[in-house]
């Protein structure tokens, strides 16, 4: 099954989109609120708070908001919670009260479907977040969250996450900008499998495990993931998956030796037209 038709499962029912459930919900939530006459109150004025805009320490690099550090030293009430390599993270149908952020390691989202078969829709690393859609009133999870290597995360209540957000500007509007590049990412996906070939789509995929294009020092190096995972994820079989890793490798765009090494040169695949 393709990450196409798994995501339009999972968003769509009547067949057309009118908004963005997830983000509309959002929106609502961070933004405005509604007074007891039916007037819309600004954020900051909610819940009786004035707050004021504060200045971003940048240091001359941009936005360094940090939302590890926030997260450890801003009183968020949240847990700890470490996890075996291919241990489950939370399961297919459990109930939907949390959301995740991961301090290291990585984690992968799967599908099933009625007939046991599995695709993989999502992939997190360090500094993502995932579980977010109990924010938008889910309330069981949609899919199965399983640590791929080694993993840490933090767990973070949904009512103590929302009145953090309420309450603290800049991990809002760091939240904000993380579910919009994440819808951005959705799109990129649909377009990705609807018009390039099985060998571009995988080498788009490898570059994204290892994070390029999302901080200034990729991982390269990606953690342990299964040729079946690749080909679920691509939406291609595992034959073909083989057929282009050795061709990279031959290449010199992966080293490829029990674990995956990236090179930047695999990016002469996504661009060649």
């Known amino acids: 099954m393709s990450l196409l038709l798994v995501v339009s499962d999972l968003i769509l029912e ?9 983000l509309y919900s959002f929106a609502r939530v961070l933004f405005d609120t509604v007074d007891a ?38 009183g968020v009430a949240r847990k700890i919670a470490e996890y075996r390599r291919s241990e489950s993270i939370y399961t297919q149908g459990d ?5 995740m952020y991961v ?57 103590e996450l929302l009145r ?10 760091h939240f904000i900008r993380y579910m919009l590049a994440h819808n951005i ?17 995988l080498a788009r995929t490898l ?16 953690p342990k993931v299964s040729q079946e995972t690749l080909a679920s994820m691509v939406g291609t079989t595992r034959s073909r998956v083989n057929f282009f890793m050795n061709k990279f490798r031959k290449l010199g765009f992966i080293e490829y030796n029990g674990k995956i090494k990236v ?3 695999l990016l002469t695949v996504v661009l060649h037209e």
């Open 263 to 265: 090179n930047k040169s």
């Open 164 to 173: 953090v957000l309420h309450a603290e500007q800049e991990l809002s509007d």
């Open 207 to 222: 570059l994204l495990l290892a994070r390029y294009g999302k901080q200034d020092h990729p991982v390269r190096v990606l």
């Open 95 to 99: 109930s939907a009260d949390s959301v």
């Open 37 to 74: 006459a039916g007037e819309r109150v600004p954020r900051g004025k909610c819940f009786g708070l004035n707050m004021k805009a504060q200045k971003r320490k940048t240091n001359g690099q941009g936005n360094t908001f940090d939302p590890q550090v926030f997260l450890d030293t801003a």
């Open 14 to 22: 009547t067949g057309s989109v009118v908004r963005c459930p997830l």
């Open 103 to 159: 301090q290291k390691g990585g984690v992968k989202l799967s599908v099933v479907n009625g007939s046991g078969k599995e695709a993989v829709v999502a992939m997190f690393g360090p500094t993502d977040f995932f579980g977010e859609g109990c924010m938008a009133g889910q309330t069981v999870r949609m899919g199965t969250a399983t640590a791929i290597t080694p993993t840490t995360v933090l767990v973070i209540e949904k009512a």
């Open 185 to 201: 990412r959705v799109e990129e996906d649909l377009v990705d499998q609807l018009f390039n070939s099985s060998e571009k789509r």
